[in-house]
């Protein structure tokens, strides 16, 4: 799209909106590219699980001091834990890269049939009316639950994990960077409103074919 008539203060916006945005948007790509080799983690304990479940064994290592997760001993009930926590891991660090991906649900019947601009206007107001003070709320009041479950040294009835606040801490954690993730694209597509060549540049990645 041409901007040779566009007004300078627009261009700067759009530039400056860019700038702010490339980190954050970053960022969120980042911890989603590293959250994804936790697939391999789960695939091997779900391995684990079966090959010990079939050959009987329930305990496989015990120790005299506590090992963070494990207490003092490595059990199937920890390893079988261990899946369910790195699925949960993976699912909600994961949801910021889907987000930046666009391949997260959508319940929309008019958004797909509006033009760039209109699409960037409406996930300006969808980030900042709802997300992003979702993302906050959410993580602020996930915070009392987290410090009662390090306060009681909550841990695994069933011989499990240990430290359960780690993965209640999840949470609130992934909640604020997928908060970052949504700002990035606020600031991204107010770069668009801004330059449309930026809006244009999308269109044409979302046109060109994937190898």
């Not at 496989?60 to 920890?78: C, H, Y």
């Not at 954690?173 to 801004?194: E, R």
Request: proline share 4%.
């Amino acid at each position: 799209m041409p901007t040779a008539d566009l007004a300078p203060w627009r261009s700067r916006g759009g530039t400056v909106c860019e700038a702010l945005a490339r980190p954050l948007v970053g960022l969120g790509l980042w911890v989603g590219r590293v959250s994804s080799w936790l697939v391999l983690l789960v695939m091997l304990a779900v391995l684990t699980t079966v090959t010990l479940n079939a050959l009987g064994i329930n305990e496989i290592a015990e120790w005299q001091t506590d090992v963070l997760l494990f207490g003092k001993a490595l059990t199937i009930n920890s390893i079988t834990e261990l899946q369910w926590h790195l699925f949960g891991v993976l699912t909600l660090f994961g949801g910021t890269y889907a987000l930046h991906h666009d391949t997260h649900v959508r319940v929309d019947l008019v958004y797909h049939r509006l033009s760039p601009r209109g699409r960037a206007i409406i996930d300006i107001l969808g980030h900042v009316i709802f997300l992003i003070p979702f993302c906050l709320l959410v993580a602020w009041l996930s915070k009392h639950f987290v410090t009662m479950s390090y306060l009681s040294g909550e841990h695994s009835n069933y011989g499990g994990l240990t430290d359960r606040y780690l993965i209640k801490a999840v949470l609130p954690i992934s909640l604020v960077f997928l908060a970052i993730g949504a700002l990035g694209q606020v600031l991204h597509n107010l770069a668009g409103l801004f330059d449309p060549a930026h809006l244009a540049s999308d269109h044409h990645d979302e046109e060109a074919p994937h190898g």
